[in-house]
């Protein structure tokens, strides 16, 4: 199971840290991934890491703003310089067979958390 937290109503140019908890338990080697869906939009990848702390992945709209990193069964994501456009629900995701390939590959995960809110006024 995934247990996604952090989000909450912040301003833009703020900062926000998510929280993601894989129990239950995990291979030896997996990945975990953040997407997010905007209201009327698709669901799109954020980023994503492998649980030996390797192959850090983000998207173009993010990068140099945001930062994963993972600890134990943990995941997190460092929002910074947040702006609207960032307003979403924020998925986590895991998946043992992920590889490096299609760690931005929404379709690749197999497990997804319940998601958390993320608004960002401006």
């Known amino acids: 199971q995934l247990q996604a937290s952090g989000g909450g109503l912040v301003q833009a140019g703020d900062s926000l840290r998510l929280s993601c908890v894989l129990s239950?338990?995990?291979?030896?080697?997996?990945?975990m991934g953040w997407f997010r869906q905007a209201p009327g939009k698709e669901r799109e990848f954020v980023a994503a890491?492998?649980?030996?702390?390797?192959a850090a992945t983000y998207a173009e709209s993010v990068k140099g703003r945001f930062t994963i990193s993972n600890a134990k069964n943990t995941v997190y994501l460092q929002m910074s310089s947040l702006r609207p456009e960032d307003t979403a629900v924020y998925y986590c995701?895991?998946?043992?067979?992920?590889?490096?390939?299609?760690?931005?590959?929404?379709?690749?995960?197999?497990?997804w958390g319940q998601g958390t809110l993320v608004t960002v006024s401006s």
């Open positions: 995701a895991s998946d043992p067979s992920v590889i490096r390939s299609n760690l931005a590959s929404r379709a690749a995960y197999s497990y």
């Open positions: 239950g338990r995990p291979a030896m080697r997996y990945a």
């Open positions: 890491i492998f649980s030996t702390g390797t």
